[in-house]
């Protein structure tokens, strides 16, 4: 007699149920890291604030360090499609520009939208990179994909020819790293008050003044 086929059972109801114990868990382990920190929040900390179990925690977010990279994730992209950020509509906006003053000002304004969000998470990675390895080695992670990808705008910037005459690709990608660092947002807006909104101008007219040719000026070509 053949033995019965087995088939996976999967319940639209049991997914929604697991996505909104994740959207639970990270949204209680982003309060907890903003509030007191990466070092001083413990796993059942975030299972309380989120009111599952401890083993729930593990089994749905794995460990501490995955929560902390998962919010990082999340900050920066808005959501969890698995859509690589220089494909998504803000960066292409600014990618596919060909007005060099233009693309500088859709760049602050990209950089207003998303760094609300992603800043507060880059500070908890930040602080926590002072006494955890783990923390040490995503900060390091974290900064090294932000130089990759100011050194891809500055070499566009520079073989479109919109740097002005004496900017190198190597002082362009210096100077974006500079403006689109979290230590900027954090004086600016978390501190001094500023309104995303303001600092993502602010940013632009900056970085057109310390990168561009005077207006009506010749580009390097």
């Given at each position: 007699?053949?033995?019965?086929?087995?088939?996976?059972?999967?319940?639209?109801?049991?997914?929604?149920?697991?996505?909104?114990?994740?959207?639970?868990?990270?949204?209680a382990?982003?309060?907890?890291?903003?509030?007191?920190?990466?070092?001083q929040?413990?796993?059942?900390?975030?299972?309380?604030?989120?009111?599952?179990?401890?083993?729930?925690?593990?089994?749905?977010a794995?460990?501490k360090?995955?929560?902390?990279?998962?919010?990082?994730?999340?900050?920066l992209?808005?959501?969890?499609?698995?859509?690589?950020?220089?494909?998504?509509?803000?960066?292409?906006?600014?990618?596919?520009?060909?007005?060099?003053?233009?693309?500088?000002?859709?760049?602050?304004?990209?950089?207003?939208?998303?760094?609300?969000?992603?800043?507060?998470?880059?500070?908890?990675?930040?602080?926590?990179?002072?006494?955890?390895?783990?923390?040490?080695?995503?900060?390091?992670?974290?900064?090294?994909?932000?130089?990759?990808?100011?050194?891809?705008?500055?070499?566009?910037?520079?073989?479109?020819?919109?740097?002005?005459?004496?900017?190198?690709?190597?002082?362009?990608?210096?100077?974006?790293?500079?403006?689109?660092?979290?230590?900027?947002?954090?004086?600016?807006?978390?501190?001094?008050?500023?309104?995303?909104?303001?600092?993502?101008?602010?940013?632009?007219?900056?970085?057109?003044?310390?990168?561009?040719?005077?207006?009506?000026?010749?580009?390097?070509?």
């Amino acid at each position: 007699m053949n033995s019965p086929i087995k088939r996976r059972y999967s319940s639209p109801l049991r997914e929604e149920g697991a996505r909104r114990t994740g959207e639970l868990i990270l949204a209680a382990a982003q309060e907890l890291f903003i509030a007191q920190g990466y070092v001083q929040t413990t796993i059942d900390q975030i299972a309380e604030r989120a009111g599952v179990s401890r083993p729930t925690v593990f089994a749905n977010a794995g460990s501490k360090r995955e929560l902390l990279k998962r919010l990082r994730d999340l900050a920066l992209a808005g959501d969890d499609e698995p859509v690589p950020m220089l494909q998504r509509p803000g960066l292409g906006r600014v990618r596919d520009e060909p007005d060099a003053r233009a693309k500088l000002r859709l760049y602050g304004e990209f950089l207003a939208e998303v760094a609300a969000r992603h800043v507060p998470v880059q500070l908890v990675i930040r602080d926590a990179a002072a006494s955890d390895p783990e923390a040490q080695a995503l900060w390091a992670e974290l900064q090294a994909e932000r130089l990759k990808g100011m050194t891809l705008f500055a070499r566009a910037l520079y073989d479109d020819g919109h740097l002005r005459p004496g900017v190198s690709p190597r002082e362009a990608r210096d100077v974006l790293w500079t403006y689109n660092s979290a230590e900027l947002f954090q004086l600016l807006v978390i501190e001094r008050g500023w309104s995303p909104k303001r600092y993502g101008r602010w940013v632009a007219d900056a970085l057109t003044s310390a990168l561009l040719p005077p207006s009506g000026g010749p580009e390097t070509g």
